[in-house]
T-cell receptor, first 114, second 108 residues
Framework: DADVTQTPRNRITKTGKRIMLECSQT?????MYWYRQDPGLGLRLIYY???????NKGEISDGYSVSRQAQAKFSLSLESAIPNQTALYFC?????????????FGPGTRLTVL | EDKVVQSPLSLVVHEGDTVTLNCSYE??????LLWYKQEKKAPTFLFML????IEKKSGRLSSILDKKELFSILNITATQTGDSAVYLC????????FGKGTLLTVNP
């Protein structure tokens, strides 16, 4: 079984709809991250969380919100989706005891906003 | 603001060639430099570098970090078509900042 899972894997929605992307991990890591990837732009950090009570904005948090329901679960919400949020979204985890912050990625969610 | 720049952005070579991918970084409270390979799916971990001048090697891939000049290189020798991918470099403090990636295409 995969250590980091994301649901759904693919989603097509319409402008203005509320969307939630979910991430679960069985690695026992405290730190979790949400990235989006657009062609030619690499991975950009949306939000990150170092434990259940800690939520931090990344470089592109506008239009997104997150919820850390438990150590193993980190959800990303688009309150009112817009077409330029069409992208590939990745969740990642890392271990707080590791100073070097190696991150483990989920399989990604491909989101299309029409 | 932390910044990571990769070059070239894309590269096309023939099987058997040797390639060098570059990564420069400006990361506050820098701790490590990480390389990932991405083949149409989630990035997979290649190397983590924390010390200058110490080469990390895995098969035909190797990487080194220069903390004085703030850059790292990833070398791939005797390239194969299976090496075709996007290679991502990330600079880490308490979070990872990624570059835009280098798209490597290896033709038979």
């Amino acid at each position: 079984d995969a250590d980091v899972t994301q649901t759904p894997r693919n989603r097509i929605t319409k402008t203005g709809k509320r969307i939630m992307l979910e991430c679960s991990q069985t690695k026992g890591h405290d730190r979790m991250y949400w990235y989006r990837q657009d062609p030619g732009l690499g991975l950009r950090l949306i939000y990150y969380s170092f434990d259940v009570k800690d939520i931090n904005k990344g470089e592109i948090s506008d239009g997104y919100s997150v919820s850390r329901q438990a150590q193993a679960k980190f959800s990303l919400s688009l309150e009112s989706a817009i077409p330029n949020q069409t992208a590939l979204y990745f969740c990642a985890t890392s271990d707080w005891t590791s100073e070097v912050n190696e991150q483990f990625f989920g399989p990604g969610t491909r989101l299309t906003v029409l | 603001e932390d910044k990571v720049v990769q070059s070239p952005l894309s590269l096309v070579v023939h099987e058997g060639d040797t390639v060098t991918l570059n990564c420069s970084y400006e990361v506050t409270n820098f701790r490590s430099l990480l390389w990932y390979k991405q083949e149409k799916k989630a990035p997979t971990f290649l190397f983590m570098l924390t010390s200058s001048g110490i080469e990390k090697k895995s098969g035909r891939l190797s990487s080194i970090l220069d903390k004085k000049e703030l850059f790292s290189i990833l070398n791939i020798t005797a390239t194969q078509t299976g090496d075709s991918a996007v290679y991502l470099c990330g600079g880490s403090n308490y979070k990872l900042t990624f570059g835009k990636g280098t798209l490597l295409t290896v033709n038979p």
